[in-house]
């Protein structure tokens, strides 16, 4: 069982960042797939962006260019840099982790058994 913890929400203007954090329990293993994902008021769940275990990295259309993820192997952590920030960000984001995946292609929701409690981004 991993346990997923979420960081670095908070309020910013249009235009401006912030870097989301997520620490994964368990010894490190970057074969782990991981994911961010948000849910703003009244939408549905999105994936923003996800960490392969083969390194690849995809990213969601609407945050391409703005957002950026990387992996600290040894920390266990993924983070979401996420830069020109807009209002339309605004949303819950959240965490999630499965055993391999390739970065590449759909994926869907529920094949992450694991998900963080979620960081809150709002962007005015």
């Known amino acids: 069982h991993v346990q997923l913890v979420e960081s670095g929400g908070g309020s910013v203007q249009a235009g401006g960042s912030l870097r989301l954090s997520c620490a994964a329990s368990?010894?490190?293993?970057?074969?782990?797939?991981m994911a961010w994902f948000r849910q703003a008021p009244g939408k549905e769940r999105e994936e923003v962006g996800r960490?392969?275990?083969?390194?690849?990295?995809r990213y969601a259309e609407s945050v391409k260019g703005r957002f950026t993820l990387s992996r600290d192997n040894i920390k266990n952590t993924l983070y979401l840099q996420m830069n020109n920030l807009k209002p339309e960000d605004t949303a819950m984001y959240y965490c999630a982790t499965r055993g391999y995946c390739s970065g590449a292609g759909p994926l869907e929701q529920a094949a992450y058994p694991f998900w963080g409690q979620g960081t809150q981004v709002t962007v005015s």
């Open positions: 368990g010894p490190p293993d970057n074969r782990y797939c």
């Open positions: 960490l392969g275990s083969d390194d690849v990295t």
